[in-house]
């Protein structure tokens, strides 16, 4: 299987901040990545899919990126809004697997 | 829009069995892949079952930990989607989601607890 190790594994961060978390893929999954953000007690919201594309109803100030097997999530600037726990996951090969997640908080 | 409503949730004992479902509208139900997904309390979220459309002869693929007693199964006619679940485990007890296609859109999740 394919292991998606994504870090931090939590951070805080203050309004206004520029955030990035990564995943890391153990195998080429080209561009077979998604993010996805959840809040406390609800269900997964996809945010990023093809590792840079910007789902629909996302705000700009989310953005994906990769470099090699590395996979970026960044938020340009931190709103109170976003608090929550983002996951990576790959979709090349099966089973797909998730990254085991990053707790955003506020400082 | 798109709707994911999944039911069937509930308390159960080791060894016994549940079929929880997944009520679809909004769009093609037919022409879309469903996969079930689920997340132990506080823990991440882990992918469980596919299952893929007609002309893709309704392939079925299981997360490792769930191959053999779990069971999903469509029908295109009603637009859901159903996961069995044999032989159930403690460690099964999760918040199990139902999601479509791409994954853009998720059901609000179902509850399934096994404990003694």
């Known amino acids: 299987d394919i292991q998606m190790t994504q870090s931090p594994s939590s951070m805080s961060a203050s309004l206004g901040d520029r955030v990035t978390i990564t995943c890391r893929a153990s195998?080429?999954?080209?561009?077979?990545l998604s993010w996805f953000q959840q809040k406390p007690g609800k269900s997964p919201r996809r945010m990023i899919y093809g590792a840079t594309n910007l789902a629909a109803g996302v705000p700009s100030r989310f953005s994906g990126s990769r470099s090699g097997s590395d996979y970026s999530l960044t938020i340009s600037s931190l709103e109170s809004e976003d608090m929550a726990i983002y996951y990576c996951l790959q979709s090349i090969q099966y089973p797909p697997t998730f990254g085991g997640g990053t707790k955003l908080e506020l400082k | 829009a798109v709707q994911l409503v999944e039911s069937g949730g509930g308390l159960v004992q080791p060894k016994e069995s549940l079929k929880i479902s997944c009520a679809a509208s909004g769009f093609t139900f037919s022409n879309a892949a469903m996969y079930w997904v689920r997340q132990a309390p506080g823990k991440g979220l882990e992918w469980v079952a596919r299952?893929?459309?007609?002309?893709?002869?309704?392939?079925?693929y299981y997360a490792d930990s769930v191959k053999g007693r779990f069971t999903i199964s469509r029908d295109d006619s009603k637009s859901m989607v159903y996961l069995q679940m044999d032989n159930l485990k403690t460690e099964d007890t999760a918040m199990y989601y139902c999601?479509?296609?791409?994954?853009?859109?998720w059901g609000q999740g179902v509850m399934v607890t096994v404990s003694s």
């Open positions: 195998q080429d999954i080209g561009n077979y």
């Open positions: 299952i893929r459309t007609k002309p893709n002869n309704y392939a079925t």
């Open positions: 999601t479509a296609g791409t994954m853009a859109d």
